[in-house]
């Protein structure tokens, strides 16, 4: 089974420069996650989708990250403009949603490495 | 709002001793993760423990949960130097679905 894809890996812009990412999850998966994690750090989540539909995004910074889920698949990120503050891993996660409405395991991506200079 | 606490934070220890860590959090819950982290690599699901009294165990390591006492433990058995990593807990409350974490757990095995 194919697990959670990100894209890119590793990616380094200057402060005031716009980012995107790109998440594709398990297939099959309703729920995805965007977390953040600096260095040192337990994740923190970003925000969460349910299909196409966004259940939790409190902790989102809105004034300068984005976040989209087309089609209730793939999903990307977007942080516009960056701050030297963004510098973190990007980690995407997705689980499937039971049949009592509950989420299942988060499966994780690789993440990508984010350095804002 | 659902806070969770690891301890210790770090951890050193040599091989084939004993360890536990410990994970508290703060409001009500049925479900708790524990995910392992290598260096620079992503999170590994370890254990899924779903109700009070659940005990999972894999190899040398063996998780527990408590939800009265609002703890879950990771009992480390005979520590050899591939258990080196950082180990996290994650909860979702209950009726809730945001996965929240630890700080985590850095652990050192050594020879």
């Known amino acids: 089974e194919a697990g959670v894809a990100q894209s890119p890996r590793y990616k380094i812009i200057e402060k005031r420069q716009s980012v995107a990412f790109w998440c594709n999850p398990i297939?099959?998966?309703?729920?995805l996650y965007w977390y953040q994690q600096i260095l040192g750090q337990g994740p923190k989540l970003l925000i969460q989708?349910?299909?196409?539909?966004?259940?939790?995004d409190s902790q989102l910074p809105k004034d300068r990250f984005s976040a989209e889920r087309l089609k209730g698949v793939d999903s990307t990120l977007k942080i516009q403009p960056a701050k030297l503050e963004d510098s973190a891993v990007y980690l995407c996660?997705?689980?499937?949603?039971?049949?009592?409405?509950?989420?299942?395991?988060?499966?994780f991506g690789q993440g990508t490495r984010l350095t804002v200079v | 709002e659902l806070k969770v606490e690891q301890n210790p934070l770090f951890l050193s220890m040599q091989e084939g001793k004993n360890y536990t860590i410990y994970c508290n959090y703060s409001t009500t819950s049925d479900r708790l993760y524990w995910y392992r982290q290598d260096p620079g690599k992503s999170l590994e699901s370890l254990f899924v423990l779903l109700s009070n009294g659940a005990v999972k165990q894999e190899g040398r390591l063996m998780a527990s949960l408590d939800t009265k006492a609002r703890l879950s433990t990771l009992h480390i058995t005979a520590a050899v130097h591939d258990l080196s990593a950082t180990y996290f807990c994650a909860v979702i409350k209950t009726s809730g679905s945001r996965l929240t974490f630890g700080e985590g757990t850095q652990l050192t095995v050594n020879p």
């Open positions: 989708f349910q299909n196409n539909g966004v259940v939790d």
């Open positions: 996660a997705s689980s499937i949603l039971t049949a009592g409405g509950m989420v299942g395991r988060a499966f």
């Open positions: 297939s099959g998966h309703a729920t």
